[in-house]
């Protein structure tokens, strides 16, 4: 008889194990709070405000009365975008910007249904029912959401302030299987886009826009969706069975994670900085992703408080042409920003496919991640001959591996999927196209983009936390 494998979750101790369960619980609260992208980050605020975490503007102003570096060292601050679709946690470090940084970064959008923001976003179908129109938003299967709860999540815009609210919607109706005929086509055919068509619940579009109005707190019209965000979630809360978590984690369990891992460390050596951004599950474009100008954005607040306190403090010895002789940032700013990002090293916090006994046809056995053993650390991405992908340098994988050996952290190498047998990407291209050393790495998952029924084992919770707080610190 062969010898049983020893699972990670055995290799824990009791402390441990109790540490992990409290991770669980609390990874579930955020799921809740977390169920849309400006949730996320409104959450992610929050987290970081009551670990002691306060606005970058704050830190600023007391650089401008004089703070030196040495004042700034251990100093914990965040940037979040107004809308709150980016959101940055940042612990200044000892050493100097020169030297680099340490980043990790992950997306707080998911998979999941738009209503069409014109005035038909909400039709009423003249007896049969008040319906929203809707787009799906990234890569879903749309069968998936058919007959299943659903509830609204909605960020509206009037009167110059924004207006939050939460209504139970009932489902998209499913056809019913004596009269569906079709076997002959396939999924997509039969389950097509334009029919993921939400039945509200109600049956008069006024008791309809009543109830959201009544959860807004101010009067709701039709002509008010322009101005909307309203976003269609499954309904119902995430839970754990056994080692198992049932829930909606891509990617907010990295999110959490990260979260988790920059509120608990200490003074880190380099400048640590943990993002979120929006738009991934759709290229990471427009003004909140991870192509747009966020990045950009913290790297010029950081960068400008700490050299500002470096140059301040010079200035008290030294006139300002020799300062300048020596501050490349003085003489230029964008080339001491790029020197600082070819210093720098990230993690691309994000999920994998983990390997499914059900589906083996789709994975490559020997080179897939599974369930419970460890955060997996994927080298690239990409599909059939490496097309969008980002690689690792070898060294990356190598120290990324060494921290997670030296602090006994569960973790396993993974890649996705099959050769041409389709394929996915991160934010990481994005950043490593900046000059930063990047590798992905995060939890495996089964039943990737479901809504609501992706599954993560709690181990490659606890040990992606583990992993992104070890690495921030090292």
Known sequence: ?????????????????????????????????????????????????????????????????????????????????????????????????????????????????????????????????????????????????????LELRGEVSKDGKLHHFTIDLATVPEKLPHLDKQSGQKVGDAFPGEKLDVFTGYFKEADFLAAVSDKAGIEITKEDLVNSYLTVVPRGDPYRVGEALVGQHDDTICSYTQTEAITRIGTPKHTAIVIGFDKEEIGSNGKTGGQGAFFDYVVDKVTGVVKGAEVTEKLKAKEFGDVYKEEQFLRDAGAFKREVLYASKALSADVNAAYNPIFPENFDPRNSAHLGEGVTVTPYTGSGGKYSTSEAPIGATEELGAINARNSIPYQPGLLGKVDGGGGGTIAKFIAQKGVDTIDTGPALWSMHSPASEIAHVVDLYSCEQEIEAYLES
């Open 1 to 149: 008889m062969a010898e049983e494998k020893t699972r990670a979750i055995d290799k824990l101790t009791d402390a441990q194990r109790g540490e992990m369960d409290e991770m669980v619980n609390d990874y579930l609260d955020f799921q809740k709070e977390s169920k849309t992208v400006w949730e996320t980050g409104r959450e992610t605020v929050r987290r970081l405000e009551a670990a002691g975490f306060r606005s970058i503007e704050d830190l600023g102003e007391e650089v401008k009365e004089g703070a030196s570096y040495e004042e700034l060292v251990g100093q914990k601050v965040y940037i979040a975008s107004e809308d709150f679709r980016n959101v940055a946690g940042i612990v200044i470090g000892e050493e100097g910007l020169e030297q680099g940084m340490n980043l990790a970064y992950a997306h707080m959008d998911k998979p999941e249904l738009h209503v069409k923001r014109a005035e038909g976003g909400i039709f009423d179908t003249d007896g049969d029912g008040v319906f929203l129109d809707t787009q799906y938003y990234g890569g879903i299967k749309k069968h998936q959401w058919f007959a299943r709860p």
